[in-house]
């Protein structure tokens, strides 16, 4: 079993970055009371995370492919530690946000490395089962996130959220150490900085104007400012890109019909599946009176399903062309939020677990196969560039997603309130004042019947957002059955003598 030793460490670090994602949605109504936050604040401590990871990964991975992909990981693993323990010491709303989009960096560095160290450290059937265990844990991680947030904030404090990464980003690093061999950089290419900040602005831009977007009014010349800024710097980064010898993204694999899906599959994914998660836990936590371990294991039918679906589909379902496994996925992600929808003002968390328990099944059908799929689709020397691109927007789905449910979370909060004036007088304050984790302050105001005012809000706040996500989930499955082919890529040009050692395939012992 020696031989596995190195997929550990590697799963290790992949699923610390990628819990991370989601672990803070049971913390943020203890966050909001500890660190009086807006809901903009708390949206941030979500987004902040993964913007920086979808900005960074495909530098990142540049980078590493130069110095080397175990240093990288290495070094991501040290500042993903430093920065959970400054995000655990924060004490306002702006340093554990600065923190956060810190250790998005540290996480960037190691999801950018992760699918290169497997597939240079394994070949033949071991790679299979390689890559199929870490689409397992990826697939579970993020479903996993609320359970262990809920443990941890319930049992000890929110900050040990991110404490808890401390011992184990030392105990992935002295494995990796141990375990993984030295891989020589395998690319030339250089780190496009003009493209990779080009992308930044254009992804934190539109995110800061739909987050803020209701604070400002949509109108507003700073939300309309924000949109063209973000519109010039995408138009930006694709011209860098088309200039580019060596470009951070090629943008002619776009021309490839599947590549063009798994990329926009990549993206509904995350918004469907897990972008709503927060919005959960603020209902069962605000409003349901649920501590934040209870909330936490609502999402066991999730991260549960997902994780066996994932490690069942890789050894079952491995001739099964692509396009089915995905497109089956997002049609279940898709239903799956559908029937959360159904939930009413009476609810408890007992109308989620079947929606939930769907999701998973399809997160875990099409997680594994997506990453697979976009290597496969494009040359072998672009196979890198295409792996980490459908990572990009995977973490771009979800930060995008966080904002994008959370202006519909909020408009669906402030339309039921509207309805029961004078008893709510203010239903835009008292939205923000719901949304922000402070349901006992907007009861106490509204008086009599005010606890039924706060559950029947968030029933149709979380209605308008699961009947969103079900859409985009839907739309995912029928991209991917339209546009996602068993590939064939391109042959690749002949290796120059210089590049060929790089491109060997020759096995790399796992030490």
Not at 5 to 18: D, E, I, Q, Y
Not at 20 to 42: K, N, R
Not at 239 to 256: K, N, Y
Request: proline letters at 5%.
């Amino acid at each position: 079993m020696r031989k596995w030793l190195p997929l550990t460490a590697v799963c290790l670090g992949t699923f610390m970055l990628l819990v991370d994602v989601t672990i803070v949605v049971v913390a943020l109504p203890d966050m909001a009371a500890s660190l009086h936050t807006s809901f903009a604040d708390l949206q941030w401590v979500m987004d902040g995370y993964a913007l920086a990871l979808a900005a960074l990964l495909l530098g990142v991975g540049a980078l590493a492919d130069r110095a080397g992909h175990r240093r990288v990981y290495v070094a991501g693993l040290g500042f993903f530690a430093a920065a959970s323990l400054a995000c655990g010491l924060a004490t306002g709303p702006e340093a554990l946000v600065t923190f956060r989009v810190v250790q998005g960096v540290g996480g960037a560095a190691m999801l950018a490395t992760t699918t290169a160290l497997i597939g240079r450290m394994y070949h033949g059937r071991d790679r299979g089962v390689a890559f199929g265990v870490w689409g397992a844990v990826s697939g579970a991680a993020s479903a996993a996130g609320p359970v262990l947030g809920g443990l941890l904030t319930e049992h000890l404090d929110w900050r040990w959220i991110f404490f808890v990464n401390l011992p184990l980003s030392v105990l992935a690093i002295a494995m990796t150490l141990r375990c993984v061999p030295v891989l020589p950089g395998v690319r030339s290419r250089g780190v496009d900085l003009p493209g990779t900040a080009a992308f930044t602005v254009a992804a934190g831009s539109v995110t800061y104007a739909l987050i803020k977007g209701s604070d400002n009014g949509w109108t507003s010349a700073t939300t309309l400012g924000l949109f063209a800024l973000a519109a010039v710097a995408l138009l930006a980064f694709v011209a860098v890109e088309r200039r580019r010898e060596q470009p951070l993204l090629d943008l002619s694999l776009f021309r490839g019909g599947s590549f063009t899906g798994l990329m926009i599959v990549g993206v509904l994914l995350s918004v469907a599946a897990f972008s709503y998660l927060a919005y959960i836990s603020l209902w069962l936590q605000s409003v349901k009176g649920m501590g934040p371990v209870a909330a936490g294991l609502s999402c066991v039918p999730m991260s549960a399903a997902a994780f066996v679906v994932a490690s069942l589909s890789g050894r079952l379902l491995h001739g099964v062309a692509p396009r089915w496994t995905i497109g089956a996925g997002m049609l279940l992600i898709g239903a799956g939020a559908l029937l959360q929808a159904l939930l009413d003002a009476d609810s408890d968390w007992t109308a989620l677990v079947a929606g939930l328990a769907v999701t998973g099944v399809g997160v875990g059908l099409a997680t594994p196969v997506l990453a697979s799929s976009a290597m496969a689709s494009v040359s072998p020397e672009r196979a890198g560039m295409a792996s980490g691109a459908v990572n990009t927007a995977r973490q771009l789905g979800n930060a995008l997603g966080i904002a994008v449910l959370g202006v519909v979370f909020h408009a669906g909060l402030a339309g039921a309130l509207k309805n029961h004036a004078p008893a709510v007088a203010d239903p835009s304050a008292a939205a923000d004042a719901l949304a922000g984790g402070q349901a006992a302050a907007v009861v106490a105001h509204a008086g009599p019947g005010g606890w039924a005012l706060a559950q029947e809000a968030f029933a149709t706040g979380l209605r308008h957002t699961f009947l969103v996500s079900g859409t985009l989930g839907i739309l995912g499955g029928l991209v991917a059955l339209l546009l996602v082919r068993r590939a064939t890529p391109p042959a690749p040009p002949a290796p120059t003598p210089a590049a060929r050692p790089a491109d060997s395939e020759a096995p790399v012992p796992a030490a």
